[in-house]
């Protein structure tokens, strides 16, 4: 039922209030004689008289006040109840913003776990380092691999690395270096935006320094092809530091992996471990035992270094150095 309007309820009220009033006036004023008629008119006033008077006073005394405080209530409940609501959908986001990250974390974790990640840095040269120091103390560690398209990165370390080499010679463990052959050199050179002839002639320094430091020749090859991803690995310990297209590896980012399996070298398969090991180093280094994986490659992906290999990239560095001054010629002239 449709409430009365306060106004309309006070009108009537007043109403009431007049007629009684008018009642009790016709009471008094009608002469003695009439009593039924007086009678009549008294009831009425004293009828309408205070119920009039008792709607009037509800209305200001307590309907009134009654009404206020219930909208005022009713207002600070709607508003405390948008507050709960937006505390709430607020928490209800916080939380579901915290269990996604969990959940990520979780992915994270899980991944880490099942390829055996060590670590994740922007540093390699400090990874390499520990890993390679290391393994001299290591006595299970005889075999250690790496793969570049020089050694230029190592040696902007310090002293360190050739006294590794010293020492790891010394323990008689085995070296394997793989460098880019100086033919495939000039793709990295253009990536790098670096002059004709740089990264070859880094790469004859680290020839003729590992030679120097009496590195076998037969623990040195060099790949038909510009590698992806600097690797270093010491035992159990895989370095993996990717080339960007426009900067030197030895800047970006540094993964260090373990082996779970020291049995085994290839490590477990679905691993990157085992896909690097395999594809990165093992299929390149031994490319005799993957004829059907490298059927394509008409000539072995890698190979030993060829005598008078002095000369021959010594010709190389020549021969592209005065093509690049040819073309800056030829620019020039036009």
């Not at 004023?29 to 009678?39: A, H, R, T």
């Not at 008119?41 to 009037?56: E, F, K, M, V």
């Not at 393994?135 to 360190?160: A, H, N, P, Y």
């Amino acid at each position: 039922m449709k409430k009365l309007d306060s106004r309309v309820y006070l009108l009537v009220s007043l109403l009431t209030i007049g007629i009684g009033i008018v009642f009790l006036l016709l009471y008094i004023k009608l002469p003695s004689g009439n009593d039924v008629e007086k009678l009549v008119y008294l009831i009425c006033a004293s009828s309408l008289l205070p119920a009039g008077i008792l709607w009037t006073l509800e209305h200001y005394f307590l309907q009134k006040p009654v009404e206020d405080e219930y909208s005022s209530l009713l207002e600070k409940y709607r508003i405390e109840q948008e507050k709960l609501l937006n505390e709430f959908q607020s928490d209800g986001q916080n939380l579901l913003h915290e269990s996604r990250s969990n959940q990520r974390i979780m992915e994270i974790i899980q991944s880490s776990e099942k390829h055996f990640f060590r670590g994740i840095s922007d540093e390699r040269a400090t990874l390499v380092k520990r890993v390679l120091e290391e393994s001299l103390d290591d006595e299970k560690c005889r075999e250690m691999i790496i793969v570049g398209s020089t050694l230029d990165g190592l040696f902007r370390q310090g002293s360190w690395f050739e006294e590794f080499i010293r020492k790891s010679l010394e323990k008689q463990k085995t070296l394997k270096l793989m460098f880019t052959h100086w033919d495939y050199v000039t793709h990295r050179e253009k990536q790098e935006d670096r002059a004709d002839g740089d990264i070859a002639q880094e790469l004859k320094q680290s020839l003729v320094r590992a030679l120097t430091w009496n590195v076998p020749r037969e623990a040195i090859r060099l790949v038909n092809g510009a590698p992806t991803v600097f690797m270093v690995i010491a035992g159990n310990n895989m370095i993996l530091n990717p080339y960007p297209f426009g900067r030197e590896s030895v800047t970006s980012m540094t993964v260090w992996l373990t082996n779970p399996q020291p049995n085994n070298p290839e490590g477990p398969p679905g691993t990157i471990w085992h896909a690097y090991y395999i594809n990165h180093y093992d299929m390149v280094w031994n490319h005799t035992k993957y004829p059907r994986k490298l059927s394509t490659v008409s000539e072995p992906i890698s190979s030993l270094l060829p005598d008078g290999w002095e000369d021959k990239i010594e010709s190389f560095i020549d021969g592209v150095r005065a093509a690049s001054r040819s073309r800056a010629a030829t620019t020039g002239k036009r």
